[in-house]
């Protein structure tokens, strides 16, 4: 009788939980749901552990639980009027964006406050279809952590119809050769190209030193694209 006054125990809770979270996540809107930013993605996680400790733990009264969620959604609706009504407040709870490249140049500066490094920003570049620094014309690290970008005109979208060109069977990747003003060994020794040649590259740019070089890679036409090191003041 126990084992059954448990059982519906818990599927008396699990159902109220349910009907709820149901009610609650519809107040909560869309915005929160998508998980925008990192408030909106912990909220939501916190939320549903509040709900699950509803209805695993009997040690806890029904109606405490159902009020944690139900004032923890206030609380959270709360915040996103704050932040709705006021701009100030907005970033602090949100964040704002962060540029990260700009006019095809990359912000150090942001990339450390960031806390982004130059592999991370090359994989996320990737995963906007962006293969190369050098199409970049702007790079935006949203609020939510994801990059949004916008490339160079002459590397936006066209069709090759519309450029009346036969591209290459087997176009090369870009590569990253220089990195915070060091050579990487490996991509140079696959690309078949020396430091010494990667030298006259930068000479003929004015450039001296590969110190002087925050990040260059080599192009699918075998260009080098290269960033410098901003001043230190």
Known sequence: MSSGTTLLDILIRTSITFLTMLVLTRLLGKKQLSHLTFFNYIT???FGSIAAEIVIQKDLRLLNGLASLIWWTFLTLLVGYIGLKWSKAR???DGEPTVIIRHG???ESALARTRL???DLTM???ERDAFSISEVEYAILESHG???VLKKPEYQNTTKKDVKVHPPLHPLIPTEIISDG???MKNLEELGISTRWVERQLEQAGIQSVNDVFYAELNSDRSLYID?????N
């Open 44 to 46: 939501g996680i916190t």
């Open 91 to 93: 970033i602090v709870i």
């Open 105 to 107: 140049n990359i912000i």
């Open 117 to 119: 490094n130059l592999d």
């Open 124 to 126: 996320m570049l990737r």
């Open 146 to 148: 994801k990059l949004s």
């Open 182 to 184: 060091k050579y990487v």
């Open 228 to 232: 410098r090191r901003e001043p230190v």
